[in-house]
Every structure is written in structure tokens, then in C-alpha cells.
């Protein structure tokens, strides 16, 4: 082992660039270890069932020759290689293709496992179908209860307009006391009567909006041949029923 010359040529055009011997001994390494790999595998020695592939396998690859005797009875009935089967040659050409089974599971276990797979995706489809429809009607119901608020708060209205006019038509009649008390706009919390008092009276809480509307705009006809969707007065009861189309909001409309 001679000492070397750092002032030769070989030493000299060496590429000293930092880092560099580091990645040229992984480099070796790594193809140290693919060339160690190669080996093993070369040399391992393979297992049964790998051995019985490879010979099933090329066994499979070959064309039969003569030597097979079921090929020999077809060539000499007549049979040439590559020719589909059948007396018109309308049967098949390549053979059946062969199915190994290499799992431990037993017969009929990949139909069960294809048959639960499409059980588990029909329910997950009903699944989201009755979510859709329970979203559906959800969204319905809510329709239907903005609707019947809106029809509620319109009817309120009507109610609070024919309190209003009802009470102005009694007082040019003279009438100082409603037919019904809720026929009138009710007084301020300051001129109503204590609970008590009001409890022994007849309320008319059993009666809803819309039969409180029905049954004041009739008296409002009845009495003073007046409508509140039309607005006008009319002369008498026969000119009421010729002129206004009809009592109620829906036949105005």
C-alpha cells in the first residue's frame, strides 16, 4: 500500500464536490442490495404450490400436440388447428378457460359474499330514498304551515277591519252596545274589566279566527248591508246580492 501522490493527475481530476462520496456509498449500497436481492431469490428454493403454477401454467400456454389423444381423434375426423369445433364451425375455438380456486373458503362462498354486497348497496339505496322522501316531506309540511300562518295573519286582519267597521256602522245606528263584544275593537287594558269579571262572562275564546270573521261579516251584510272586501255600503239586501260577487274573501278575489 503505497502512500498516494496528491500532486498526480489521477488525484487531481478527482470530483471533490461536497457531499459527493456520501451519495456515491449509498448508490453502492442500494445496488449492493438489489444484486444481494437478485441472488436470494435466484437461490431460494420455491414452494409447492408456486411449482405446480408454473407447470400449470405453461402447460396451459402450450397447444396441444398429437401426443394428446383427445387432439388426435379430432384431426383424424377432420380437425385442423385454429378451426372452431362444430360440424358448420360455429362452436368455439379456444378452449374453456380453466378457474383455479386458490382460497380456503368453501364452494359457493364468492356468490354469498357477491350476494350480501348487493343486499348491503339495495339497502343503502333505500336508505337514501326514504331519506329523500322524509326531506320531502318536511319540506311540504313546512309549506303547508307557512301557508296556513300566512292565511291566519291575513285573516286576523280582516277580523280587525270588520271590528272596526262594524263598531262605526252601530254608532252612526245609534247602537251603543255591540251585538257580541268582540263585534267591536277591544278597549285599552286600562278601561277592561278585572279577570274575575271577565271570567264569569261569556268569552268568546271557543269561537276561532275564521268563525269570528264569518259570523261578523254576516251581520255586517244582515245589518247594514255592508261588505268589507267590496268596501261599499249598499242600499238594501236585494242590491247587495246583485252587486257584490259574493261574501267571502275567496269570492272576490
Known sequence: DEEEDYM??????????????????????????EKQKEANEKNRQKSIKEEEKERRDLVLNSALGN????????????????????????????????????????LGHEELKKRKAEEKLENYRQKLHMKKQANEQAADQFRIRFKTKQEERKMEGDLRKSQRACQQLDMQKGISVPKETWFWIEPEEEDKKDEE??????????????EKLHILTAYLREEHFYCIWCGTTYEDSEDLSSNCPGDSAADHD
Open 8 to 33: 498526480s493527475d489521477l488525484f487531481l481530476k478527482q470530483d471533490v464536490r461536497p457531499g459527493l462520496p456520501m451519495v456515491r456509498r449509498v448508490k453502492e449500497a442500494i445496488q449492493k442490495e
Open 67 to 106: 401426443e394428446n389423444k383427445g387432439f388426435a381423434l379430432l384431426q383424424k375426423m377432420g380437425y385442423k388447428s385454429g378451426q372452431a369445433l362444430g360440424k358448420s364451425g360455429e362452436g368455439i375455438v379456444e378452449p374453456i378457460p380453466l378457474n383455479i380456486k386458490t382460497g380456503r373458503s368453501g
Open 197 to 210: 269579571d271577565e271570567e264569569d262572562e261569556c268569552t268568546s275564546s271557543d269561537l276561532s279566527v275564521s
